[in-house]
């Protein structure tokens, strides 16, 4: 749990105080691989996503990494990671008043089932059965998805690529819109390269956000034996 003094104190004067709040160090509970601020990450959360991967594997006929081998490590750092990331976003998204309901799982969950299966409910059904996987299993993961995308939108809200930055590009790739002599006209792809550019510089800037959460969230994150990432006690 984060240290009151540090939870109340101003900004500026955070990581001052942090250092004399003297509270005992992060406990993580035996039912849990990790602590996040206020959220514990238990032991059935990673046990969950570790066997969706299992069965994933057995699915497409490929063994499954055996513990204590580099490829499982791997995985298990992934699951960790994202299940951290899950747990720092939650408790980012009401400062950016960001909320996902219901609804809006349903709404994603339909869009799936229309577009992977034709609307048929059944084949959905089936292709659960077939993954080893539940519909609250899905509704879970769609609802994590629904949450970075929503966190995305609002932190990249202000991002903008000027003409300018789109003139230059073209100019500076000139090559990838030449042919047989001719050359596509910067009208013709502004909007285009507009877009592209836009794309990345949103994930870029999404990208540095995220970055500088795990380091807000390190003081007061804490892992169980066997699950810290590489370079954390």
Partial sequence: ??????????????SALAAGCGSDPLVVP??????????????????????????????????FPV???????????????????????EQKA??????IDDSQVEARRALLIEGTFGGDDGRYRARLREEG??????????????LTDA??????ADVT???????????????DYSASGRTTPFATVRESIRR?????????????WLAGVRREFTPSTAYAEGFAPSGRP
Avoid at 1 to 13: K, N, S
Avoid at 94 to 99: A, C, F, I, K, N
Wanted: net charge positive; glycine share 8%.
């Fill in 1 to 14: 749990m984060r240290p009151v003094c540090v939870l109340f104190a101003p900004l500026a004067l955070a």
């Fill in 30 to 63: 035996k039912s849990g691989i990790a602590v996040v601020g206020d959220r514990t990450i238990t032991r059935a959360q990673f046990g969950e996503l570790m066997a969706q991967a299992r069965r994933s594997y057995a699915v497409r006929g490929r063994p």
């Fill in 67 to 89: 513990p204590g081998t580099r490829a499982y490590a791997g995985l298990k750092a992934t699951a960790v990671r994202l299940l951290v990331e899950r747990a720092e976003l």
């Fill in 94 to 99: 009401p400062g950016l008043g960001v909320t």
């Fill in 133 to 146: 996987m539940t519909d609250a299993q899905v509704r879970s993961a769609l609802r994590a998805q629904l």
């Fill in 151 to 156: 966190i995305s939108q609002a932190v990249t």
């Fill in 161 to 175: 690529v000027g003409t300018a930055a789109v003139q230059r590009y073209y100019e500076d790739h000139i090559g």
């Fill in 196 to 208: 592209q550019l836009l794309a990345a510089k949103r994930t870029r800037v999404f990208n540095e």
